[in-house]
């Protein structure tokens, strides 16, 4: 792709947000489904899943090279880092959120609610109060591509809270189709959460839904923030003004806090997430299908650790 084939203006205000002449980096190739991409500043690396081969890959940031960081690896999906600098992970075939200690031992946070199995947990995020909020679809389940062809033990789709303090986990959305990617708005007052329902239901959702967060932890509203233009929407992240950067099936969208689409940056793969690294926080790493691709740009992603 030509410089002039990866960036697309939908709003002035997206010119600001990149420079012409950046490159798209292509760091990797050779995975089925790359996914989950989390990245740790001390080591100057970046850890993402490649789901249906069941393992887990690391970026050197240093030098350039990728190595196997775990095989197998419970086809995880969706990884973040805690308020500690530790991996935490959703896990399809474990149909767990668990967490890489220091130590390299990995341990389970959660796999049940109410005494049945979670489905397969997707995607999720650490709120700075250390509270775990995660999406639990049933993507893992459904097939042996992404996981284990499971029976449903959960009454539906929902989206938890998990506190790792006293081990309680509650639902706090129940009305999604496929709850999928999630992210706290700058002040934690608000949270994205995407639905890709229309994987499993006619004309069904493909949209980001925006709800407030109390105090207590408990959501409200859940109106629709966005809908996707190409394809579904997946992974997303914010960057430090508040501007929420998403999947698609063409590449990355940006969207402004007030709803507006501002742009996209045009990827050769369906996206399925992306986060933000580098020691400025400003090298935007990206998860295609086969592959992970990087674009320098500048804006700055958000601080969540």
């Not at 196997?68 to 308020?83: E, I, K, L, M, Y």
Request: aromatic share 10%; glycine share 10%.
């Amino acid at each position: 792709m030509t410089n002039s084939e990866i960036f697309e203006v939908l709003d002035q205000r997206f010119s600001r947000l990149f420079v012409p002449t950046a490159r798209l980096d292509t760091l990797f190739t050779g995975c089925r489904w790359a996914e989950g991409p989390a990245y740790f500043p001390a080591a100057r690396s970046l850890v993402w899943s490649d789901i249906p081969n069941d393992r887990m890959l690391r970026y050197d940031e240093c030098t350039g090279t990728v190595g196997v960081f775990r095989q197998p690896a419970g086809h995880s999906n969706g990884n973040t880092v805690d308020r500690a600098g530790r991996l935490v992970s959703c896990e399809h075939g474990g149909r767990r959120v668990s967490r890489t200690e220091f130590d390299g031992q990995v341990v389970t946070l959660v796999d049940r609610h109410d005494g049945k199995r979670l489905n397969s947990p997707n995607d999720v995020v650490v709120k700075s109060d250390g509270t775990i909020w995660f999406t639990d679809p049933t993507y893992g389940i459904d097939t042996d591509y992404e996981g284990h062809r499971s029976e449903r033990e959960q009454a539906g789709s929902h989206v938890f809270r998990l506190d790792p303090k006293d081990g309680s986990l509650v639902v706090v959305a129940d009305d999604f189709v496929q709850p999928n990617g999630i992210a706290f708005s700058l002040d934690e007052r608000h949270v994205y959460i995407v639905d890709t329902g229309a994987t499993h239901v006619e004309d069904g959702p493909r949209h980001i839904r925006r709800f407030a967060v109390s105090d207590a932890g408990r959501l409200s509203g859940g109106e629709v923030f966005a809908v996707a233009t190409s394809g579904l929407f997946d992974g997303l992240r914010l960057d430090d003004a508040g501007r929420i950067w998403t999947s698609a099936a063409d590449g990355v969208h940006c969207y402004d806090p007030d709803g507006t689409l501002l742009g996209k940056i045009r990827v050769p793969e369906v996206v399925a997430n992306l986060c933000f690294g580098g020691p400025k926080r400003n090298y935007l790493y990206i998860c295609g299908t086969t592959s992970l691709y990087a674009i320098r740009l500048p804006v700055n992603g958000a601080k969540t650790f």
